[in-house]
């Protein structure tokens, strides 16, 4: 299958053009402003073209594989969560997205247009992983060139209520060399938000905050999506994931390796541990209709069981002529599952 197929008809051109995310500070690198939109011509996508959609993409930078094939959908209004461990290719997909880098292989659209295209370019905000702002600028110098490089129409107030909606407000006219590292994410967010773009990429938002901080950036990722908008989160947070995405998907060493809500991907986190004596090794085999069994020593883990279950757990051993030595109900941290799965690759 094509991934043409879900390009808008009034597209223009099938091929990315190469360039600058709007949003990206590094949009204070290009050439000049984007070209105006064409009032004639419709943006392309639509409610039925999904917000990012990849089939097989990949991108080797040399000897380096970063990326071998991903095939993924984001619908249009979720929060979706790129979820990953140090390396894994979650920022050069971002950059394929956004047409800051090319791919080696497959096809990537965003906003029903080809990866990179300028109408989709222009729709979607972007906070990249590191980046620097002119450190001469103020506040609301650097978000009034977003602002102007983006064509916004009112950008005095597009700035203002981009700088509240970031906590910034009180700092507008603060030359950004002085703002400490929380800030200056802060800012950049700005920066994503400003436009009110329909697809909003954050690479790694929070990494820089406070736990206040780190709040506030996901009550405004739940705002987000209140408004319809789309947004696409790289994090290694699990507790981010678990906070506000839709779905996620978890990708290691350049492969999607399980796709769905964090409830389907870490499934039933309890399980109950049991130290049994007085019946025949394997006993338990006859119970594999309770969950998934397994040795551990003395003990026998049985995964999935709520704690709940212990009472008629014991009373099945009892009834096989058993004893229960004792019981003790689990949960599965997050951050183990999240291990499980990335050791089950
Ligand atoms: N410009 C580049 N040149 C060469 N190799 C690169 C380049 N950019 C990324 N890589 C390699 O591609 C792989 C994926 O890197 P990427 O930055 O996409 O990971 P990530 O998931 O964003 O990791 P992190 O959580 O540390 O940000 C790594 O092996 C990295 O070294
Ligand atoms: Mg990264």
Redesign the pocket.
Known sequence: MSLGSWADPGAPGAEAVPGIAPGSPAAQAAPGPLPPPDAARPPPGSARSPAVHTLELAKS??R?V?LRGLSMTVARGEVFGFL??????????VKLLLGLARPTGGEAMVLGAPAGHVESRRRVGYLP?LFRFQHWLTAREVLTLHARLLQLPRRDRATADALATVGLAGRADTKVGTFSKGMQQRLGLAVALVGDPELVVLD?PTSALDPVGRHEVRAIVRSLRDRGATVFL?T?LLEEAEQVCDRVTV?DR?KAIATGTLEELLGQRTSVRLRVRGLPDGWWRAHADLGAWSVEGEWLRLAGAPPESVPELVAMVVGRGGRVDAVVPEHQTLEDRFLELLGAR
């Open positions: 930078y040399r380096t970063a990953g461990p140090n390396g894994a290719g979650k920022t050069t997909t992983e790694e790289n290694h990708i350049g």
